[in-house]
């Protein structure tokens, strides 16, 4: 996922903090934890970007520097997918764990960063593929395989890395965040890694006061929902194989599909016709009626089968 201004990474963030602070654990200031939801994101964002610098390992392809993929929601190509399932849950929680230790609030919110920025990562088709029911923005959709990452030509993946889309099985193109008018992600699977982001924020807030122990133990709980490996278990990418690009081909024309039924809204259903006004026969008047004070005439419909007349209180005559 890219930090293309007021898109990737940057619209997941806003979008998830502004889950957080609809949830109502906000203070009668609007503020949680002493921020507004403005400074709360300006902050985390700032931390979660960092995770991106380019002075850092976020460059560096999987093969020669394994560990930092879990840092990008990415796999190890020298492990199997479940353990990279594991070791990138593991290294959130480690984060969140870190976060709560205290110290400055630049600390805490560093490690808090680091956290939503690994998550967020995870749910782009260009760190992992997800079950498709994170494309109707299921946080808990479970995760299938992990791509490769390489900026470099690979013959034995069969990829040319920066000279085209693919580096690796890292394909850059699930990397850009669609979003709408307001900066409101368009895709499923991002509209997924908001809810996953805000509900790993709202977990930190509830136990942020508590014990480590119960706070681990919270987090895990919360955190685990987003790493759970699919039926069949989880693949690694270590190739791109006409498997994998069937599989990448087919997510990419559901996210242009997407595209295209947001640019091009189905028209609103007309209403439904009035039913006409039934013509009466106001034939009259109702002697009963004119005798109480009152001008009433028939209310049957127009050219009644009946030779009487009836108004609307009920009185009938010839």
């Known amino acids: 996922m890219d930090q293309k201004e007021g898109a990737g990474h940057h619209a997941i963030t806003r979008a998830a903090v502004h889950e957080f602070f609809a949830s109502g654990r906000a203070d009668a200031s609007g503020r949680i934890d002493g921020m507004t ?3 709360y994101f300006h902050t985390l964002d700032a931390a979660q970007e960092h995770a991106d610098r380019w002075y850092g390992p976020t460059t560096h392809p999987a093969w020669e520097d394994p560990d930092a993929q879990r840092e990008h929601g990415m796999a190890d190509p020298y492990h199997s997918g479940q353990w990279n399932v594991d070791t990138d849950r593991r290294f959130v929680e480690s984060e969140l764990s ?4 205290g110290g400055a609030r630049a600390t805490e919110m560093g490690h808090l960063g680091a956290a939503a920025h690994a998550l967020e990562d995870s749910y782009s088709e260009a760190h ?3 079950g498709r029911s994170a494309n109707q923005g299921d946080p808990n959709a479970p995760i299938e395989s992990f791509n490769v990452f390489d900026p470099i030509p690979n013959p034995n ?5 920066k000279f085209g889309d693919e580096q690796g099985t890292h394909d850059e193109r699930f990397d850009t965040t669609a979003v709408d008018a307001h900066g409101n992600p368009i895709h ?3 509209q997924a890694a908001v809810h996953a982001t805000a509900q790993l924020l709202e977990s930190y ?7 480590m122990a119960q706070a681990n133990a919270a987090n895990h709980e919360t955190v685990d929902r987003f790493y759970q490996p699919a039926e069949g278990g989880v693949g690694v990418n270590r190739a791109a194989t006409p498997e994998w690009r069937a599989d990448r081909d087919a997510r990419l024309q559901e996210h242009r599909a997407e595209d295209d039924a947001h640019a091009h809204p189905a028209p609103a259903a007309a209403p439904a016709p009035t039913p006409a006004a039934t013509a009466v026969c106001g034939y009259g008047p109702c002697a009963e009626c004119q005798a ?5 005439m028939c209310a049957q419909p127009s050219g009644h089968e009946q030779n009487w007349h009836t108004c609307a209180t009920g009185h009938s005559w010839y």
């Not at 870190?98 to 230790?101: L, N």
């Not at 109480?292 to 009433?296: E, I, K, Q």
């Open 128 to 130: 992992a593929f997800r």
């Open 292 to 296: 109480a004070g009152r001008s009433a």
């Open 98 to 101: 870190q976060a709560h230790e």
């Open 188 to 190: 499923g699977t991002d």
């Open 157 to 161: 993946m069969g990829t040319w890395g």
């Open 205 to 211: 807030h509830d136990h942020r006061g508590e014990s």
């Open 37 to 39: 939801e403005d400074e």
